[in-house]
């Protein structure tokens, strides 16, 4: 796949030291993670401040007592009178596992003696949480976010004849509650957000003139594919499936032997709900639509062994034969494509297109034959190590008034 999509999926070399830079370096149990919006990556930033024993019971209990924090605190939004209103624990992570001014070749080096993995899930079932997430919220955390709701809301020509009703799952959950307990936000307004139809047309229709490479998705974090979040073919990523057979997430903490208490991500209801969800909404669309949308995240389906025909099926209309034919014929793997499951038939390991076997014994023997990357994995340990405890001592009793 790699090598017959090289334009697209090959990241400039300065693309490429940019999202290094991104990941989440966990230097004490050689792990690189690739976060991506929709998919996890909450539960995942969360597990890290777990497994790294970084500490913020200073800042929760700050927040709990709702007393005043007179210092300076980039880690902590602040409301009006001084008091915690959020904890940036993603920011907190970032802070701790970011790679400073290392050495680029170094770093990628190390990767050869780290774990470096990335978590996918169906690109349909994520671009209706992204679109719920994203375009249903009237106060989404992006100003760009915000941008996209209101570029949807002027493509209407007679915004009275718009029938949207605000999706009654979302609308009983605990935070539209409190929007709506604390007048933050209205019904009508809840009513006036972008239709899924309408969301999918401002994307096929902003989608229709560019590229298709990760630099042309630069500003869409939440609704890009996969391969312009990570650089899948540069790295060698563990692919863990949020939607695979079994837990696959279960069985991958596990077999890192990290401890960890719970493991469930963050989607409402399980990845059958998730699915099911996801189908309703795209019975809204053309199967034409759809057709389009699966063109664009196209190359995601077949990284991944994904399948379209769900959701096309769920949809409204016709295709033609011909289109058909096309879909059948691009949605398939590619030939030379074995997909290598280690681990109970769990985990697909992806090396340039290539399947790459890893065992811990494989590993052990190549860290044995790289002193220089060993060497430079123990000074980032404690290096990290210091941060971590650094970080450790901020959240005391002095920050409180």
Not at 105 to 116: A, N
Not at 194 to 213: A, C, H, I, M, Y
């Amino acid at each position: 796949v790699c090598e017959h999509n090289k334009l697209k999926l090959m990241w400039p070399q300065n693309g490429f030291r940019r999202n290094m830079k991104t990941h989440i370096w966990d230097f004490t149990h050689g792990l690189a993670y690739c976060p991506i919006a929709k998919v996890a990556s909450t539960t995942w930033f969360l597990n890290f401040l777990n497994i790294m024993n970084i500490n913020i019971n200073g800042f929760e209990s700050m927040q709990e007592s709702r007393k005043i924090v007179t210092e300076e605190e980039s880690f902590v939004k602040k409301g009006k009178r001084g008091k915690i209103s959020k904890i940036n624990f993603r920011g907190i992570v970032r802070n701790i596992t970011a790679p400073d001014n290392w050495n680029f070749k170094e770093l990628t080096k190390v990767l050869e003696v780290m774990t470096p993995f990335m978590i996918v899930r169906h690109p349909f079932s994520r671009l209706v949480s992204a679109y719920e997430d994203k375009m249903l919220n009237p106060k989404p955390l992006l100003k760009y976010h915000k941008t996209v709701q209101n570029e949807i809301k002027k493509r209407r020509t007679k915004p009275k004849e718009i029938k949207f009703v605000f999706p009654n799952h979302l609308l009983i959950s605990e935070k539209y509650q409190i929007l709506l307990r604390r007048k933050m936000t209205t019904m009508e307004e809840l009513n006036s957000q972008p239709s899924f139809q309408e969301f999918v047309s401002w994307l096929l229709d902003t989608r229709s003139n560019k590229s298709g490479t990760e630099e042309s998705w630069k500003n869409v974090k939440a609704f890009s594919p996969f391969f312009s979040a990570c650089p899948v073919c540069q790295v060698d990523y563990s692919v863990i499936k949020l939607d695979g057979e079994g837990n696959e997430m279960d069985s991958w903490i596990r077999y890192l032997g990290l401890n960890l208490t719970s493991t469930e991500a963050h989607t409402e209801g399980g990845a059958q709900s998730s699915t099911n969800r996801a189908l309703d909404y795209f019975s809204q669309l053309t199967k034409e639509q759809v057709l389009e949308l699966y063109n664009i995240y196209k190359l995601d389906f077949i990284l991944f062994s994904y399948k379209p025909d769900i959701f096309i099926n769920a949809a409204k209309g016709h295709l033609t034969d011909d289109k058909m034919a096309s879909l059948r014929t691009s949605s398939q793997p590619a030939t030379h494509q074995s997909i290598n499951q280690n681990f109970g038939s769990i985990f697909q390991i992806f090396n340039f297109g290539k399947p790459k076997k890893i065992t811990k014994t494989s590993t052990q023997k190549d860290n044995i034959k790289d002193k220089k990357s060993l060497d430079f994995l123990n000074r980032a340990k404690l290096k990290q190590k210091l941060k971590i405890e650094n970080f450790n001592k901020r959240g005391s009793p002095s920050m409180i008034s």
